[in-house]
């Protein structure tokens, strides 16, 4: 038997899977063929959609709903009231279930509350998402974005600090003292 707690107003439905340490708050719905990681933190009023996979660690804030096509990997961040879309060109007199578009979360990436990720578009281990940000094409790892549609405006640590470069293209975390190198418009963690 695993080693979860839901609260008695959510709903789990037969053949989810849910790790151990998970905490599924009220009134969320987790739908069969979801997958739910070890210590996750599932806030209220969510809604998983079959066959969404969230990893270790992650965060859902109240009222959001993952769609399927949505896979989020260890430590993903969803702010409060963020939305996923997982069809383009949505019509209601049209079935486009077939057409579902899939989504990568990377690891530690960070998505404010009420931004909103178009389908199709990735987000890079440790992104950061500012709040209503519109994503409307894939991001980079730790890029910081931000606006409608969404921009970048900078880097961030895996703490969650803006980086500032030096002129040999070197950034250290105010917080962790870890170091980061930006070439060619790509960031990475220096060893």
């Known amino acids: 038997m695993?080693?979860?707690f839901a609260h008695e107003t959510a709903i789990l439905d037969e053949g989810c899977q849910i790790g151990d340490g998970t905490k599924i708050w009220h009134f969320s719905h987790i739908m069969s063929g979801c997958t739910l990681g070890e210590g996750c933190n599932i806030g209220q009023n969510v809604v998983i959609s079959?066959?969404?996979v969230l990893g270790k660690g992650c965060k859902v804030q109240n009222n959001v709903s993952i769609y399927t096509g949505v896979i989020?990997?260890?430590d993903v961040f969803l702010g409060p009231s963020m939305v996923f879309t997982n069809v383009t060109n949505p019509r209601s007199a049209v079935n486009r279930k077939s057409e579902y578009r899939k989504t990568v979360v990377g690891k530690g990436a960070t998505i404010g509350a009420n931004a909103t990720i178009v389908c199709g578009h990735?987000?890079?281990e440790y992104a950061f998402i500012?709040?209503?940000a519109?994503?409307?094409k894939t991001i980079k790892p730790y890029a910081l974005v931000v606006g409608n549609p969404a921009r970048q405006i900078g880097w961030m640590s895996e703490f969650g600090h803006q980086l500032e470069f030096d002129s040999e293209g070197i950034a250290v975390c105010p917080e962790s003292g870890e170091r980061y190198m930006l070439a060619n418009d790509e960031v990475v963690k220096i060893a």
């Open 2 to 4: 695993a080693d979860y």
């Open 50 to 52: 079959p066959d969404v």
């Open 72 to 74: 989020c990997e260890d």
């Open 122 to 124: 990735d987000i890079g």
């Open 130 to 132: 500012g709040a209503g």
């Open 134 to 136: 519109v994503v409307t």
